[in-house]
């Protein structure tokens, strides 16, 4: 049965690093690209980062560009996001999904992804 299972989340002060993990199993992981979204409280969600299947693409949000990292390990079936200079405009529950493709085409579009995780919560505060 496929999952994708959030953690690393946690609160931290501004400026602070976070890596969050999206460990994935029942399905060939190394197919698919893997996207990280995020659901602020009391906004619209969006699109965080995403990593091509081989790890060769990633994209990221204008918002956290130069700030996050995206990677993945194949022969972990993991997928990294690293969060450094951390602001409080980050706090929000942080989701890992699986694209139906090998690529981050249209990734920005939740609509491209069909399967979620059950998300991590990221709370930025001093």
């Known amino acids: 049965q496929l999952q994708l299972v959030e953690s690393g989340g946690g609160l931290v002060q501004p400026g602070g690093s976070l890596r969050l993990s999206c460990a994935a199993s029942?399905?060939?992981?190394?197919?698919?690209?893997i996207g990280w979204f995020r659901q602020p409280p009391g906004k619209e969600g969006e699109g965080v980062s995403c990593?091509?299947?081989?790890?060769?693409?990633?994209n990221y949000a204008d918002s956290v560009k130069g700030r996050f990292i995206i990677s993945r390990d194949n022969a972990k079936n993991t997928v990294y996001l690293q969060m450094n200079s951390l602001k409080h405009e980050d706090t929000a529950v942080y989701y890992c999904?699986?694209?139906?493709?090998?690529?981050?085409?249209?990734?920005?579009?939740?609509?491209?992804?069909?399967?979620w995780g059950q998300g991590t919560q990221v709370t930025v505060s001093s």
């Open positions: 999904a699986k694209a139906y493709g090998s690529s981050c085409i249209w990734w920005g579009s939740r609509t491209s992804f069909g399967s």
């Open positions: 029942g399905f060939t992981f190394d197919y698919y690209a």
């Open positions: 990593i091509s299947d081989s790890g060769g693409s990633t």
